[in-house]
């Protein structure tokens, strides 16, 4: 059977979704509608309702969705039931805000382990984790059956380390370094570069 | 005379463009193409031949273009032909790792400041900034003229923060918190949730 194939657009609004139903959650909320969801979120409550009917049928017309069935449904599409370990890759400022980063919890991910190339940060402490050698990069991502990884290195690293990554089984690569990568097909590749986002404002300045 | 409204999708590749461009400099580059670029960026020739003409004619058929005059019309066209002054707010581990990024330089940006409500760290270093008081925040940015932030406080004060911010004259803000936050109109928002941008990615694994 085909499976029908959903934009990534749709797919990428799914996440800020489940983040409003999280909040509402711990506000103690156990109902909402399209509408509260779009004016909490800035969307359309006819994009979100359109967005949601890709995936099936979650609320009744009238009485809105209920907010944990819904979390739940959504948690299952990104298969975020589960917990991810992630490995990061550079242990300098990003890296290790990042490590330590309280943001993850409750969301589907996990910092596993970190990865330098600098003797001086090598078995130092970075949050609960210590530094290893990326050296090992490879084969301790491979033993654990890690599938999802953070690059923080200098740019001039970053498509080195994206291929140790990818060689060791990495599926998915979210990469702060600000240099377009290339990965092979079947593996997924995000970025985050906050002059990225910064230069698409200012040009509305 | 009415201007033409270019989609705020293109508006956001352009940075990439230019990211790219600016890349291809560093490597001594001086004339590429749309087929070159679009091999760096994993983004088709065509959509980039299609965006940039939205903004002019920057290149001849079959000669290229020129890399320098290229960037140096895209940093026009997203109004970094000057350097943005930005304050951070949140002096945690994000806050200041993004206060000592070097990855602003030569890209329009600069951080000019960073605050925190907390009296254990208001007055103390960060890379070569002093924390100042979150209490100073909305004169602060008022007087200096700074119109671009940065959030990076918990969740639960980033829509205070953000309020300040534009109480303050500030008409961008990059939220760093994991959550959505609400502006004025005339005021740009952007996101940065690794969270979001990994969860995205664990639908397809």
Redesign the interface.
């Known amino acids: 059977m085909a499976e029908k194939i959903i934009p990534?657009i749709v797919?990428?609004r799914?996440?800020?979704y489940?983040?409003?139903l999280q909040?509402m959650l711990a506000e103690n909320r156990h109902v909402t509608s399209s509408q509260e969801m779009g004016e909490?979120?800035?969307i359309s409550a006819a994009q979100i309702r359109k967005d949601l009917s890709q995936f099936g049928e979650f609320g009744k017309q009238g009485t809105g969705y209920s907010i944990d069935y819904l979390a739940e449904q959504i948690r299952l599409?990104?298969?975020?039931d589960q917990v991810?370990d992630?490995a990061v890759v550079g242990a300098g400022?990003?890296g290790?805000?990042?490590a330590?980063?309280q943001?993850?919890a409750n969301?589907?991910?996990r910092v596993a382990m970190i990865f330098d190339n600098d003797p001086a940060k090598i078995g130092s402490d970075v949050g609960s984790f210590t530094v290893q050698d990326i050296n090992n990069l490879e084969t301790a991502v491979r033993e654990a059956g890690i599938?999802?990884a953070?690059i923080a290195t200098p740019?001039q690293n970053a498509q080195e380390v994206a291929d140790l990554l990818v060689a060791g089984g990495v599926?998915?690569i979210?990469n702060y370094a600000?240099?377009?990568l290339?990965v092979p097909e079947g593996v997924?590749l995000?970025?985050?570069?906050?002059?990225?986002?910064?230069?698409?404002?200012?040009?509305?300045?």
């Open positions: 990534d797919v990428g799914l996440p800020i489940l983040r409003a909040r909490r979120l800035g599409i990104l298969h975020i991810w992630i400022d990003i290790s805000a990042v330590r980063y943001g993850f969301r589907g991910m599938k999802v953070m740019s599926k998915a979210l600000p240099i377009s290339s997924r995000q970025y985050i570069d906050p002059v990225i986002h910064l230069q698409r404002m200012t040009y509305y300045l």
